[in-house]
C-alpha cells in the first residue's frame, strides 16, 4: 500500500522547479525544527529511518494541509511520545 508522499512513477506534478535564491529556511522556528531533530538523531532518541516513517505515517489530509517543516514536528512529536519522553498533555 503507497502512503500520500509515496508519489515516485506518477505523472501531473509538473516540473521541478529551483528558486533562485531560495532561503533554506523561511521562519526562524523551521530553523530550530531542523536543529532538534538532528540533535535527537545524534544523541540516538530514535533513528532518521524512523523520523521518516513518522512523518509518512501521517494522516494523508494532516499531511496534504501541513508545510514541509510542520510536518517535521509532528514527526518528532509522535516520536517523543511514543518513546514516552513526552509526556501527554
Do not use: C
Amino acid at each position: 500500500m503507497s502512503r500520500v508522499n509515496d508519489v515516485g512513477g506518477q505523472t501531473g506534478f509538473g516540473a521541478l522547479r529551483i528558486e533562485a535564491d531560495e532561503p533554506p529556511f523561511h521562519a526562524d522556528w523551521e530553523a530550530r525544527v531542523f536543529a532538534l531533530n538532528s540533535v535527537l538523531v545524534r544523541n540516538g532518541v530514535y533513528r532518521l529511518d524512523e523520523f521518516r516513517d513518522a512523518v509518512e505515517r501521517m494522516d494523508p489530509r494532516q499531511y496534504l494541509a501541513t508545510s514541509y517543516y510542520e510536518r517535521w514536528l509532528i514527526a518528532i512529536e509522535t516520536l517523543l511520545a511514543e518513546r514516552k519522553v513526552l509526556a501527554d498533555g
